[in-house]
């Protein structure tokens, strides 16, 4: 840990996407690499240490001085010369002498004693008016991550953390959040994001705190400082005084009583007043999460992500899947797991494919189309979900079908899998539930065709949103356009209910608007009879629900399709809301 005892405690307003508050030292993850923290070494370590660096330091002049030869060559001179200056900084002396005297007298790893002295003269020239030292805090940031990147190995996966951590980083990737170790994270405060972005969502599956929009938050904090993430109103305090921590300390009492209330209840079904059931089910995107689903109330997984096993080991074989299938399925026995095949593309870039840079990764090659490419693949996943479907009751479902036909070439696909296994002896049971998501407009339009051919409907109201609206879900700009009551959002969910209906089958929405009890009432009266959230939220939802009557709903949701504008719409059913179950908005 750094003196951090000693500065002032500081606070930083960001955005909320996921309850909770947590105490810990952070991490930082740079964009290139991650912050040392100050591990000890043995006095006979000391030497190689510093041979460690002394090589970083020489493979970044090597880098510097031929960027400086092709600027030289491209543009003339002056260009060239910022290289000369980032070279001085390289091989200050006092620099060099202080890092080693310190490595030899503290006995702590070179990467941090390099790294927290680049910190200091950083931290002495950023913020300053002046823009001559303004561009040497650059100067020095640079010259700072490339040593830090040759130190630490280009490729280096994130480590893995002695104790429990809060993770600070500009933004957190599906695949950088698949290699943490995650029984030590406690949170994550980040640059970038939005409430939609899968790093919000698997912060709510993990039950973890998250706040995002802390901008330049990794330039002012460092691994090791002590801080107070608050996932509810969307802050981090650094250094937190003991004030501060007794007035969380008495709020987090408050609301674990509540939650505790909320819980006694969490294994009884969910029936409105008048009589209609309506399924509350967990999403998951991790093995690990499978017990606290169990215990959360969940009547079963209405949404398993696969992706992320996908991002966790990309060459795994069938057999390996299979196993990792199997492992869920029998967890949540005799409750039913619907997983979802893959739906890679968009945020969830697997690196491993080296698939070219797309301009528009949320309109290019993303879910069910990579899995109708990439044949092999599909197949892997299928044949493993069929396999653990003999262990289990398994549900599959695709995603991103923009129509009809990927879901009988999925589907097709899919009978192929079943035949092929059924020939190699393997039990293949004849009752899997298949499924396909509505998450594109086109798809929603033709939900009717689509619903002769599935077993169910599940709305991906993530993407539904973002895709009728043409607002990026991660795109902090316009997120305030992001609005999954806006009218039309409404209209291709009740033509998506009225398609399964009439088909009689099922129908969910798996997407975030699923958790949000504030819209519960409206999504009862549009006759949805399941709704998959984070295990979190399950408990609370259950309450909401048996609070609520259907006809009611009913009457309240074709008054509110009358309505022109998202904000009205969330305010009528809100209100609806706090009548019927007041004792949640607390
Ligand atoms: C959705 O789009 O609502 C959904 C559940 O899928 P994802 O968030 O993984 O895109
Ligand atoms: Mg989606």
Redesign the pocket.
Known sequence: MTQADTRPEKIWPGTAVSSGVAHAVVHVMKDDFDEPDEDPILPEDVESDLARWHKALEVTRVEIEALQKVMADEQGGSEADIFEAHLLILHDNSILKQVEKTVREKLICVDAVYYRLMCKHMDALRGLADSYLRERFLDIKDITHRVMRHLRGEMLQHPMFDDPVIIIAHDLTPSDTVQLDRSKVLGFALETGSA?S?AA?IARSLALPAVVRLHNICDELHSGDPVLLDGDEGLLIFNPSAATLAKYRSREEQSDAREDALLVTRHQPSVTTDGYVVNVSA?AEFIEEMAAIRDSGAEHVG?F?T?FLHLENPDGSEDWLADCYTQAVKAMSPGEVIF?TL?IG?D?VDPNMNVAAEPNPFLGWRGIRVSLGMKDLFRKQLRALLRAAAHGRVGIMF??VCGVEEVRAARALLDECATELRREGHAVPEEISIGA?I?IPSAALSADLIATEVDFL?????????YTLAVD?LNERVADLYQPTHPSVLRLIEMTVTAARKAGIRVC?????ASDIEITPLLIGLGLNELSVASGQVARLKHAIRKLDATECQTLAADIMQLGSAPEILAKSRMSAIQQYPELFV
Do not use: A, W, Y
Request: charged share 30%; glycine share 10%; hydrophobic share 25%.
């Open positions: 939609n899968h969502i999403n949404l992500r992706e979802r739906d968009g969830k995603p991103m998501m998450e599940s709305l991906g109201t993530n993407d539904l949103t973002q879900r929405i798996c997407g975030e608007m």
